[in-house]
């Protein structure tokens, strides 16, 4: 007799659920990508992934692409850089949820140390916790793709690096949001000489939402005909159907 299985807080998601092919990314992976700041990035060498917060800019085609692209830099020497030359494949994790830590239910001590210490919070903590409690909050998307260091000095660095900047450059904000919510990072990460232009294709990914439902998806190569036909199951996001791709 099979053993009992513990019961699941979301639908299972060990093989490629509920999946959608297209010549590009879901219209809820495309909003949040035109909507959030930041996406993580995790590449990695032979043992350890590395995962580090990046500026970005999403681009559905370019003079130089014509599917859909993900911009980011790089320093040269970074881990991250390290990692992509031995390894192009790589996953960006982004997301539409804002993210203060709301009050635990612990009791409150005097010890400072004490991970349970509460400390009052801001008016901008209180109002984004308010926002994560209405419909703003939505899906996180794991999207997997295969990075390539653009070839500096070349005409195509110079106009993605300068869709990067035009897509990281912002208004002026309230004293309230302080310096954080400026320009990121943007004068040492983008605008630096040194910098590399970083170039994700996209190949296929997940969304998936707080009451624990998932979607995969997978965009069209070259000669793919769209199929919504039986699911042959796999690894998670379509990994065997792509481990061999270039």
Not at 107 to 134: F, G, I, K, Y
Not at 182 to 197: A, N, P
Not at 206 to 223: C, F, H, P
Request: with cysteine.
């Amino acid at each position: 007799m099979a053993e009992a299985q513990p019961p699941l807080n979301g639908e299972p998601s060990a093989t490629t659920t509920h999946l959608q092919t297209g010549s590009s990314p879901p219209d809820e992976v495309v909003t949040c990508l035109k909507n959030a700041r930041f996406l993580h990035l995790a590449t990695c060498d032979a043992l350890y992934p590395h995962v580090s917060l990046m500026n970005y800019t999403y681009l559905p085609s370019s003079p130089y692409t014509d599917h859909p692209t993900i911009i980011m830099t790089t320093n040269p020497s970074s881990k991250k850089t390290i990692n992509l030359i031995r390894n192009p494949r790589v996953s960006l994790l982004v997301h539409d949820w804002v993210s203060p830590r709301p009050p635990t239910t612990s009791v409150e001590t005097d010890d400072p140390s004490s991970p349970t210490q509460q400390h009052p919070r801001s008016s901008l903590a209180n109002l984004l916790l308010n926002l994560n409690t209405s419909a703003l909050s939505s899906i996180s998307a794991t999207i997997n793709g295969t990075a390539k260091l653009v070839e500096p000095g070349t005409e195509m660095e110079r106009y993605l690096k300068e869709k990067h900047l035009e897509n990281n450059t912002f208004g002026d904000v309230t004293a309230e949001q302080g310096p954080s919510s400026g320009d990121g990072g943007r004068g040492c990460y983008i605008e630096g000489d040194e910098v590399r232009v970083v170039a994700v294709r996209i190949r296929d990914g997940r969304i998936a939402d707080w009451k624990g439902s998932v979607k995969d998806w997978r965009l069209l190569e070259d000669g793919d005909v769209e199929d919504d036909g039986p699911q042959i199951p796999g690894l998670p996001n379509g990994a065997s159907n792509h481990e061999q791709r270039p």
